[in-house]
């Protein structure tokens, strides 16, 4: 990743700080490290990598990111109120991939809770992760994973039937250094957003979710699993579901599309 073809398209103040490294263990380990340096003024620094050797995923799952041809992005952040929007932080970040790939000609949907998919596949993930000391919490590390230049083939057997990247679904090879400039660009408003209000960060996802069009889901979280109808997405960015038992909620969890609506 060339950093000057990434900080020559910025103009606000997310990627001021900005570090592009060829390899990385996480970039999200990278961010947290620039929070312990830098504090408060760590707030908008980006790190990318062009490959990431021990990437997570949600869930506890790792996260696949070698191979040069996906883009690893983590943008450190220091919310003046931790209590405010926070849980929202994930879907800015989803919401931010779904402008850039529509920058690129890409439409895309969400699926519940920040899984970015073009034609029903993944093609990127959000991880939200805190900087804690003791209880204080001290920063959060938003990191993002887009899958730009893979093949099929680029992916694990195990995600060949359900992850895609911009190269398959465009046809052609997309600049990491563009994708990275639209990807942070559309994130700092968004980030903003989310802090100052998350209810209208929520409304302005509505018709981008691909449960919206009806149809029972499965949500698994931890051992047990619930299924219902969607109903919304609660300004916490819980996910509300219409079951047996009325309108549950749901704060975490993996979700299955059983049967479409319509
Ligand atoms: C998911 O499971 O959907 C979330 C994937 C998040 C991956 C990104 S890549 C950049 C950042 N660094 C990591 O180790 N993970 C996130």
Redesign the pocket.
């Known amino acids: 990743m060339n950093r000057d073809a990434v900080s020559s398209r910025l103009a606000g103040k997310f990627g001021r700080m900005l570090e592009c490294h060829a390899e990385l263990g996480?970039?999200?380990d990278r961010a947290r490290e620039l929070l312990a340096l830098h504090g408060v003024s760590a707030h908008g620094a980006v790190v990318i990598a062009d490959n990431?050797t021990d990437?997570?995923?949600?869930l506890g799952?790792s996260?696949h990111?070698s191979g040069g041809k996906s883009l690893?992005?983590?943008v450190a952040l220091w919310p003046r109120d931790a209590r405010k929007g926070v849980t929202c932080l994930p879907l800015a970040g989803a919401l931010a991939v779904m402008k850039a790939l529509a920058a690129l000609g890409l439409g895309c949907k969400l699926k519940w809770p920040n899984?970015v998919l073009a034609n029903g596949r993944k093609i990127a993930?959000?991880?939200l992760e805190g900087r804690f000391n003791g209880d204080s919490l001290q920063g959060l590390v938003l990191?993002?994973?887009v899958n730009l230049g893979q093949g099929p083939k680029d992916f694990p057997p195990e995600i060949r039937e359900t992850a895609t990247s911009a190269r398959i679904e465009s046809g052609r090879d997309v600049e990491p250094e563009l994708a990275a400039s639209l990807v942070i660009e559309s994130l700092e408003p968004l980030v903003a957003l989310a802090l100052s209000d998350p209810a209208a960060l929520v409304t302005s996802a509505e018709g981008s979710w691909i449960h919206e069009q009806g149809g029972l889901l499965r949500v698994a979280a931890g051992e047990g699993a619930i299924e219902g109808r969607f109903f919304s997405i609660s300004e916490d960015g819980e996910l509300l579901l219409e079951t047996g038992n009325g309108v549950e909620k749901v704060r975490a969890g993996e979700v299955t599309l059983l049967k479409l609506g319509g």
């Open positions: 996480s970039t999200n990431q990437a997570r995923g949600r799952r996260w990111s690893a992005l983590s899984d993930g959000i991880l990191g993002i994973g």
